[in-house]
């Protein structure tokens, strides 16, 4: 479980976005210094494509005197003068990250995450997991975190409406920052899209836009390619197409069979969810459109 760190270690978390033009950084700066902010972390990208202008600002929370709500009402003015109502965000770390996670039978990912929080390398408060099958129960309450069971009955719409009702239910429970799909292997309605929107990450089996749905490994092995890989991503209503958080691959040969395609990418899975997790958790992720940048 997580603490709030030392004052001194604690920061607030600026992240922006608006149409370019001249002075957005003179104007951000500015207004840090008038109310005493102490900047330890500073980043900037324009999008030539779109003309979009983005940026994350960390500042020591201890430089400010006052808390973070009065930051945020105050840089609210800012984005309005810069051109942007909601496109942007004032995070505080002291702030414990809620996160809960989404499971099905497979368990490498969730192992891995498990470990990590133990470890305290992923400094988060993971409120529970729930799974459509009992079979990572065992392991998830050994590390002291709830699991709940919530079967989503084959051949049987009602059963499955009311089994995502149920999900919706005990994951707004916690009104979690991050909800992760750890091999979760159902496709969420677009209600719950839409009321996750953001905040919904999925670890995909390949290397999108390739392989989409199910069994990408066979599709991988049918077409001989030579990489295989992993993808982190926002879930939207389009299946596997949501903004793409973080990638990566491994090489596989001619002499690969799919069982070990499959074993090398859960390598590759494991690494590449826990970094666009940590990413996002960090507010490093700003999403414009279907693309994102990465501070």
């Known amino acids: ?30 207004f840090l210094a008038e109310v005493g902010g102490w900047i330890v972390e500073a980043a900037y990208h324009t999008d030539l494509d779109t003309g979009w202008f983005f940026t994350r600002q960390v500042v020591r929370a201890d430089s400010i005197p006052f808390d973070v709500e009065e930051l945020r009402a105050r840089f609210a003015g800012v984005a309005r003068s810069l051109g942007s109502e909601s496109d942007w965000q ?25 470990g990590r929080v133990a470890s305290g390398e992923l400094d988060v408060d993971l409120r529970a997991v729930i799974g459509n099958h009992e079979s990572l129960g065992d392991i998830t309450r050994a590390h002291g975190i709830p699991f709940h069971h919530v079967p989503f009955p084959a051949g049987d719409p009602a059963g499955k409406v009311a089994a995502f009702a149920r999900l919706r239910a005990l994951v ?21 899209c839409a009321a996750w929107a953001g905040r919904a990450i ?33 879930v939207t209503a389009e299946l596997d197409a949501g903004p793409i958080i973080e990638q990566d691959v491994i090489r596989v040969d001619h002499g690969d069979t799919v069982a070990d395609m499959v074993r ?3 390598d590759i899975e494991k690494v590449t969810l826990a970094r666009g997790l940590r990413w996002h958790l960090e507010n490093r992720v700003l999403v414009h459109g279907n693309r994102t940048v990465v501070f």
């Open 172 to 192: 707004d429970e916690h009104d979690p920052h991050a909800v992760v799909l750890a091999r979760f292997m159902q496709i969420l309605p677009p209600e719950l």
């Open 1 to 30: 479980m997580s603490t709030t760190p030392p004052n001194s270690d604690r920061r607030y978390v600026i992240t922006f976005g608006c149409p370019d033009r001249t002075g957005i950084v003179a104007r951000i700066a500015s």
């Open 264 to 266: 090398k990418g859960r």
């Open 90 to 114: 004032v995070a505080d770390t002291g702030e414990p990250r809620r996160v809960v996670i989404l499971v099905s039978r497979e368990g490498h990912c969730l192992y891995d995450l498990l």
């Open 202 to 234: 999925n670890i995909h089996h390949s290397f999108l836009p390739s392989f989409v749905g199910a069994r990408p490994y066979h599709q991988a092995h049918a077409r001989g390619v030579k990489l295989v890989g992993a993808t982190c991503h926002y």
